[in-house]
């Protein structure tokens, strides 16, 4: 077999994200949860709760699914890495969990607008979201075989930017060809395609089993240029894997920079979670957009995404991943305060004419911000994290680096949930992501830019 190139190998790594980022874009975000928002609501609305408290506990519901195949992830992604790097073979375990991420896409067209089996559809998309996020951390340990150091941040962030115009053009055909508006057409006024049941909202439904196939299609470069780096070993144990990684669980006492860094990112990037997770049903539920009003949303913060990360991955080359991060942060905390501040009647207390249409202007520019801040925040974490690993377990060290983004999953999902039950009110329930961004903030203070080579590490 012809040797393939490492710039073919680069592009089939990029394709999974191109791959993989509709699970983010149509599902979590902007097409299949403002679906289940509206549903659920809608339901409860019947079932006699006033408006204010079926959102709620539409809201509730949805944080409920987030919380618990968070926690699944996060404590699973440890073990799964060693086991990974002892066997040196990643490629089987990404089959298996795009067949979950295929399965699960799938199995969400069978969630019915009438809202009688909510539980289901909750239950097929945390299934495909489990295993997204698990062939997410293999794909992440392959990076630092990409190139070299200086040349990872570029990478990461045209991984990122590639997959997120792959999320742009996903939801722009999800927009065009099938998601009903009220009036039962698209929104270039079509039927949805292939005879789908407007009335049934088999138009939004199909945005499960489209993910599916999108995800298959576009993974076949990836399967096809990307070959394993390193030899295979057979008859690698359980108790191996695990004795690799409680030594390596022991070594962050010895690796500082390292132990802030899972800390930080920890908190972060589980108020950015919540953010991706929440930022669509609060279009719905606070705003009373449409969904594909939400779909237009998407896609400003889509293209913003990968213009950011793109543009990211060259300042992360220039100045290194922790300036990115940092100022990253802080952009996404003041877009939080101001979601937070806001709804049809008022923004930071100041009463808004009624019908005015500058919430949705505001939000909209907070649709630029999240998307694009986020997506350069995403790329310069996964190079900071690469300037922390270990040559000889990467897989393992990322399995970390995953536990650190989703061992606290449930934190954001569940404060939201509870800030959502006690208020009342699905738009201050957003309001705990910004301390969880706070927190990760103050911790990369302690966060060697250079990673474990800076003056910060502690020698074994």
């Excluded at 940092?326 to 004419?353: E, H, K, N, P, Y």
């Excluded at 738009?427 to 927190?439: N, Y």
Aim: aromatic share 14%.
């Amino acid at each position: 077999m012809a040797e393939i190139s490492q710039r073919k190998r680069i592009w089939g790594w990029y394709f999974f994200d191109w791959a993989s980022q509709p699970y983010h874009t149509l599902l979590v975000t902007f097409v299949f949860g403002p679906y289940f928002a509206s549903v659920a609501s809608a339901h409860f609305l019947g079932a006699g709760l006033d408006s204010d408290a079926a959102a709620a506990r539409a809201q509730t519901m949805w944080s409920q699914a987030l919380m618990i195949s968070g926690l699944i992830i996060g404590f699973g992604a440890p073990f799964m890495g060693a086991f990974a790097d002892r066997t040196g073979r990643r490629r089987p375990w990404i089959a298996v969990f795009s067949l979950m991420y295929v399965v699960g896409a799938a199995a969400i067209w069978g969630m019915l607008p009438d809202g009688s089996n909510l539980w289901w559809g909750l239950m097929a998309f945390a299934f495909g979201f489990i295993g997204a996020e698990y062939a997410l951390i293999f794909i992440n340990a392959q990076l630092p075989s990409l190139g070299t150091e200086e040349e990872v941040g570029a990478i990461s962030g045209s991984g990122f930017a590639f997959g997120y115009a792959g999320g742009v053009l996903s939801l722009f055909l999800m927009l065009l060809l099938f998601v009903e508006q009220p009036s039962g057409k698209t929104l270039i006024g079509l039927d949805p395609l292939f005879g789908l049941d407007a009335d049934a909202r088999e138009g939004t439904r199909l945005v499960g089993p489209f993910t599916a196939m999108w995800y298959a299609l576009f993974m076949i470069p990836y399967f096809l240029w990307v070959r394993e780096s390193g030899p295979a070993t057979r008859g690698a144990r359980v108790s191996e894997a695990l004795g690799s990684l409680w030594r390596t669980v022991k070594g962050l006492r010895h690796r500082l920079s390292l132990s802030a860094y899972l800390g930080s990112s920890m908190f972060y990037r589980d108020a950015l979670n919540g953010l991706y997770g929440f930022g669509g049903t609060y279009a719905v539920l606070v705003l009373k957009w449409s969904i594909v009003s939400v779909g237009i949303f998407g896609i400003i913060g889509a293209i913003s995404a990968a213009l950011f990360s793109w543009a990211g991955g060259r300042l992360d080359k220039r100045f290194g991943p922790k300036p990115v991060i940092t100022v990253a942060i802080w952009g996404l905390i003041l877009v939080c305060v101001t979601v937070v501040s806001m709804d049809r009647s008022q923004i930071f207390g100041i009463t808004l004419s009624e019908g005015s249409r500058l919430p949705d202007i505001i939000f909209f520019g907070c649709g630029v911000l999240i998307g694009g801040l986020g997506g350069t925040l995403q790329a310069a974490s996964r190079t900071l994290m690469v300037r922390h690993t270990d040559p000889d377990r990467p897989t393992e060290n990322f399995g970390l680096y995953g536990l650190s983004g989703r061992a606290t999953a449930f934190l954001a999902p569940m404060l939201i949930g509870l800030a959502t039950t006690f208020s009342g009110s699905a738009r201050i329930g957003i309001s705990p992501v910004i301390l969880l961004f706070l927190i990760g903030l103050f911790l990369l203070r302690y966060v060697t830019a250079e990673g474990d080579r800076g003056p910060c590490r502690v020698s074994r």
